[in-house]
């Protein structure tokens, strides 16, 4: 009888001390999902997505750099964005890569010239940026801790896509699959043409998103209908993209919702 007690006591001091720092949310809540998420300038071009992403019932999250370029016609272009249930997101001012701008300037100065005036420039038209993605992917737990004083999660790149071309097997990319355990910096793949990533490798991560009940994150730029150069991703590549998460039932999901 004291040895169960013992035994009871010792499970219950277990469960308090692995469920304090890292907080899983229940599997029952959990879905296999996908976030899509597009990079920089290209209002009139994710506009011309709205349709497809429609189709699919997809969220996306687009995060804007030069928000101060975009004119009033784009403006109205961002509204049905959001209208739609797209996430409206910053990448910065200027484009800078934090990492070298802080090289040669304080943390202040980033601050001060790439982030404060696009929230500003955001907030006041309505678009309270809660989201942001790091230009190049470049950042550090330094930036990160910082910038999370600014937004609620941060979108990094993943890592091994900077090393090596023609990436496989990205379902085992760690740190492009978010687990529901309130990590606040994750990753997304790169599927513009150039990253050269095949459907089937696509398939790949999908099912491992369904089997773990995980959301799988990937991030593009320039949406067209052929493919010219680097940054950009066919229509036609993103339909198959999509209407594959659709047949494999996971749930769409903006950057955000990632946070909550
Ligand atoms: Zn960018």
Redesign the pocket.
């Known amino acids: 009888m004291k040895l169960i007690k013992y035994f009871l006591l010792f499970v219950i001091v277990l469960l308090i001390t692995t469920c304090k720092d890292n907080i899983v949310q229940p599997v029952s809540e959990r879905v296999g999902g996908y976030a899509i998420t597009f ?2 300038t290209y209002i009139k071009e994710w506009n011309a997505i709205r349709g497809l992403l429609k189709k699919y019932d997809a969220k996306a999250t687009f ?1 804007i ?1 030069a928000y101060h370029t975009i004119n009033d016609a784009d403006k109205l272009l961002l509204d049905s964005l959001k209208l739609d249930g797209h996430e409206i997101a910053c ?2 001012v200027n ?1 800078f890569n934090v990492i070298k701008f802080l090289e040669t300037h304080t943390i202040t100065e980033y601050l001060n010239v790439d982030i404060i005036p696009a929230i500003n420039l955001m907030t006041g038209d309505g678009n309270i940026p809660k989201s942001f ?1 790091y ?2 992917g470049m950042n550090s737990a330094f930036t990160d801790s910082v910038l999370l004083g600014y937004f609620d999660i941060l979108r990094d790149v993943a890592e091994v896509q900077r090393h090596t071309e023609n990436v496989t097997h990205i379902d085992t990319i760690e740190s492009i699959f978010y687990k529901y355990d309130n990590s606040k910096v994750v990753a997304g793949l790169g599927i513009d043409a150039n990253f050269n990533i095949p459907i089937n490798e696509i398939e790949n991560g999908f099912k491992r998103a369904v089997q773990n009940k995980e959301v799988i994150v990937f991030y593009a ?1 320039l949406p067209v209908e052929t493919v010219t150069r680097n940054y950009q991703t066919s229509y036609a590549y993103l339909e198959e993209v999509l209407s594959l998460a659709q047949k494999l039932k996971l749930r769409s999901f903006t950057f955000n919702e990632l946070a909550k």
Do not use: Q
Request: glycine fraction near 0%; proline fraction near 9%; aromatic fraction near 18%.
């Open positions: 990079d920089d995060f750099s990448h910065s484009h993605s230009p190049y730029h």
